[in-house]
């Protein structure tokens, strides 16, 4: 039994919910053309013809909304059943509200109606939302089990509508134990008293006073959070970092590794989220000894680059999608940016933006770069090891382990393989450095062509200054 009486508008609205539900997307303007002429049993010359696209591109783009609606929906769409399916699947959900899991409008409903809610800022809209399925539910599993989860990842990479995604899933999820999120964006909170003010309005303690005994107000704190159980986000860590030496690790803001020492020791009921750009080595031992601690890091959407970029406006030609991808490591924000620019510039045409072998940087990519490469403590044998590898990575994919090994040496004669490997964690950590080995090849070691290109460009004088041996 069918609903014939589903409208076009309607049906747009409907497939854009259903969409957005299952942690994908909205409908783009040349996608609603192809429901449009679906619904109305409309050729693709003719539809593209009227709404002003090339008659390929329209084809293309179908193709990938077919499969992107058919797993969603669960049943096979294609141009000529996108109508039926579409109106049997209203009735579906009329008839039993929860048919299809990740877009039942009566689970939509208890995300609104949970008793979990936010204080302090407001996370990240995530309307857009796409990929990160399994690290999603890898967060959502860490935050339930542990009290202190670190999510990094290069600047871009998506940490911050992650954590602002796992929010819904919590709202959605039965197994869910917090009661209360408290949201922070570190920029404001270097200083820990700042952020220790915030935190003790936001749970409606005693106000924070700094010119008191700091222990006995974070014991305070520590039993609140076992008391009730609240999930604190702390979003854009890597800010404390700044100023860091190699004898102080913390810089100035030391009270941060003594805070984050009493979190992860003491029990409690409570955790504690962290996104940060860079690496907290005291946090990461932590979880190496066994301590109530997970760090994850985020490298790019992987194989959901593919209908992200079909979500962008762009067609898949000549693998065109696939140099893109591996060109700019599947990070969202900057395939985002250079989608924008295939568009605007060259017509949608992917293969030819490859074919001009330049790397697009915008002003916001750099000035992030520049912000990481000033955080956190840079020895002398990393920084040498970015110089080799941005002044001798050119003509290739990388450069054999041993034989980075063999240039350091001969600069740096009493280098031991143990400084030399702890270096190269370092920088993979930061999403800095590459690793690549196949079955029967050497470790290659590399750097992401973006790194690269603002390595070698250094518009402001961030590198001569944070990288001068």
Not at 76 to 102: C, F, Y
Not at 127 to 140: I, S, T, V
Not at 274 to 297: H, N, W, Y
Request: aromatic residues 8%; proline residues 3%; charged residues 25%.
């Amino acid at each position: 039994m069918t609903d014939n009486g589903l409208g076009l508008s309607e049906a747009i609205e409907l497939i854009d919910q259903w969409l957005g539900a299952r942690n994908r997307r909205q409908l783009n303007p040349a996608e609603k053309v192809l429901i449009a002429a679906a619904w109305e049993n409309q050729k693709y010359d003719a539809a593209a013809e009227k709404a002003g696209y090339n008659a390929g591109y329209l084809k293309q783009a179908g193709q990938g909304l077919w499969r992107t609606l058919s797993a969603v929906i669960g049943k096979q769409v294609s141009k000529k059943t996108l109508k039926t399916v579409v109106e049997n699947q209203k009735h579906e959900l009329a008839q039993h509200r929860q048919p299809v899991e990740g877009f039942s409008e009566s689970k939509l409903d208890a995300a609104d109606s949970s008793d979990l809610f936010v204080v302090g800022r407001r996370p990240p809209k995530t309307e857009n939302y796409f990929g990160y399925r399994p690290e999603l539910a890898m967060l959502k599993e860490s935050v339930l089990e542990r009290q202190c989860v670190v999510v990094v990842g290069q600047a871009g990479v998506g940490k911050s509508c992650l954590a602002s995604k796992l929010l819904e899933s919590l709202k959605l999820s039965a197994d869910n134990r917090f009661e209360k999120v408290i949201w922070q964006f570190m920029s404001g909170h270097a200083n820990l008293d700042s952020l220790l003010e915030e935190i003790f309005r936001c749970l409606k303690l005693d106000p924070y006073d700094p010119s008191k005994d700091l222990s006995a107000q974070v014991t305070t704190l520590i039993e609140v959070l076992n008391k009730e159980k609240i999930l604190i986000v702390l979003d854009g860590a890597e800010e404390v970092l700044k100023g860091t030496t190699k004898d102080n690790p913390y810089g100035e803001h030391e009270n941060y590794h003594w805070f984050f020492k009493q979190i992860i020791e003491r029990s409690y009921s409570s955790c504690l989220l962290i996104t940060t750009r860079e690496p907290f080595q005291d946090l990461a031992f932590a979880e190496v000894s066994g301590q109530s601690v997970r760090i994850m890091e985020l490298n790019g959407l992987g194989q959901d680059a593919y209908p992200f970029l079909e979500s962008q406006g762009l067609t898949d030609i000549d693998d065109g999608f696939r140099l893109l991808i591996h060109r700019y490591r599947s990070n969202p924000f900057i395939l985002k940016l250079v989608a924008a620019r295939i568009r605007n510039y060259f017509g949608g045409d992917v293969i030819t933006f490859i074919q001009c072998d330049s790397i697009l940087m915008s002003e916001s990519l750099q000035q992030a770069l520049a912000a990481q490469f000033r955080t956190g403590v840079w020895t002398d044998l990393e920084k040498q090891l970015m110089q080799i590898l941005a002044h001798q990575d050119e003509a290739s994919e990388g450069l054999p382990f041993s034989e980075v090994f063999k240039i350091l040496k001969q600069e740096q004669s009493d280098l031991s393989m143990h400084d030399f490997i702890a270096a190269i964690d370092i920088l993979c950590a930061r999403s800095l450095l590459e690793r690549n080995q196949n079955e029967t090849g050497p470790l290659i070691l590399s750097l992401q062509p973006v790194i690269r290109k603002y390595l070698l460009k250094d518009p402001s004088g961030v590198i001569q200054e944070s990288l001068a041996a």
